[in-house]
Structure formats: structure tokens, C-alpha cells
């Protein structure tokens, strides 16, 4: 990958981590379910809580994320060269398996929702769902 790529592709992971960010606080806002919450968490990580991050700081690290994970998928995407049917299928069920490998870290805080929502967990995979998609139609267009 070049710099333009990998430029390109940071942006993609801006713009769907941004998003990601905005539905979830709506879901949150209209619910009461802390799905944003969520997203910006950090308590699980030892140095990082020991830190009053504000929101914004939070939402950053969020962000920086996203971004290092669209460049690896669009890294990935560039290697196998598939069409765009593959392509997304491949970055939503990847951006789900990310959320439901991270919805457990709810256990690790008081402030997000209990491993027992459905309603938190189903808003919080479809959002990854959405993210995925996002991604994966702003990456198709750096190739």
C-alpha cells in the first residue's frame, strides 16, 4: 500500500467510526441503553483507567481504531482482489465478530449494559453490522 492508500483508507475508518459513534449515542439517547457507552469505554484496559478521559479523548481512541483496522482490511482486500459482493460480506460479518468479541467487556464496567441486554447486544451488532458495511463501500472506492 501506498501513502495515498493508506491516507485513504484512514479516512474511510474516520468516517465509518464516526458513524458507528452516531448511532450508537442515538440508540443510547432514545434507550437508555449504554451502547455508547460501550464504545468509548476504556475501564478494562489497567493504565488507561486509571484516567479521567473525556468523551472526546475516548471517542479519539475509538476512532484510532477504526482507522488501523481499515487499513489492515483494506491491506487485506488489496492482497485477495475481490469483487464488491465479496468484499462486504467479508468486512460485515468481520466488523460483527469484532462487536461480538467486544460486547463481553460489558462485564468489566458498571457503566455499560448488562451481558444480559438483548436489546443492547442486538443494537450493538446491528451498528457493527452497519460499520462494516460503511467500511467496506468507502474502501471498495480507494482500490
Not at 469505554?41 to 477504526?66: M, Q, R, T, W
Not at 491491506?75 to 467486544?102: C, D, E, P, Q
Request: charged share 15%; net charge positive.
Amino acid at each position: 500500500m501506498n501513502l495515498e492508500q493508506i491516507f485513504k483508507a484512514g479516512v474511510a475508518g474516520i468516517i465509518s467510526g464516526v458513524i458507528l459513534g452516531l448511532i450508537l449515542k442515538l440508540v443510547e439517547y432514545m434507550t437508555n441503553l449504554k451502547v455508547y457507552t460501550l464504545l468509548l469505554n476504556v475501564d478494562y484496559f489497567p493504565v488507561l483507567k486509571k484516567f479521567e478521559i473525556p468523551e472526546a479523548g475516548e471517542f479519539g481512541i475509538h476512532l484510532f481504531i477504526s482507522i488501523i483496522l481499515a487499513i489492515l482490511v483494506q491491506n487485506y482486500m488489496r492482497k485477495k482482489a475481490w469483487g464488491t459482493k465479496r468484499t462486504k460480506h467479508f468486512t460485515v460479518i468481520l466488523s460483527i465478530a469484532v462487536g461480538v468479541l467486544l460486547y463481553p467487556t460489558t462485564m468489566l464496567s458498571e457503566r455499560t449494559p448488562e451481558i444480559t441486554s438483548t436489546y443492547a447486544f442486538l443494537f450493538w451488532i446491528c451498528a457493527h453490522a452497519l460499520y462494516g458495511w460503511v467500511l467496506a463501500t468507502m474502501l471498495k472506492k480507494t482500490t
